[in-house]
């Protein structure tokens, strides 16, 4: 059975850190994208960090600077470190694994992604 499950998210004052996980498990990880997204009330859901199998990141241009992916192939575990958290990051947050190789233009785009977890939610106030 393929899962994925977060954990890490909570509430936190503007300003402060989380560190998001995913523990991935049944199925091999490491051959392609993974990445994160969220979902605001209201709002489509936003691709906002991914890493590719070579260990490339790429973000949002609203989390630029402030968050960082990373993963734990060893573990299959994805990680978002994301600091100088704002109002604006409030959202649930799910993780997915693509399991198809993407452009680099489309690996921000959920679409693609075919695993996804159940989300963990993030409240900045």
């Known amino acids: 059975h393929v899962q994925l499950v977060e954990s890490g998210g909570g509430s936190v004052q503007a300003g402060g850190s989380l560190r998001l996980s995913c523990v991935g498990s049944g199925y091999d990880f490491s051959m392609h994208c993974m990445g994160w997204f969220r979902q605001a009330p209201g709002k489509e859901r936003e691709g906002v960090a991914t890493?590719?199998?070579?260990?490339?990141?790429r973000y949002a241009d609203s989390v630029k600077g402030r968050f960082a992916i990373s993963k734990d192939n060893a573990e299959n575990t994805l990680y978002l470190q994301m600091n100088s958290l704002a109002s604006e990051d409030t959202a649930m947050y799910y993780c997915a694994y693509a399991s198809l190789t993407m452009s680099p233009r489309s690996q921000l785009v959920s679409y693609w992604y075919t695993y996804w977890g159940q989300g963990t939610q993030v409240t900045v106030s």
């Open positions: 890493i590719d199998p070579y260990g490339i990141s």
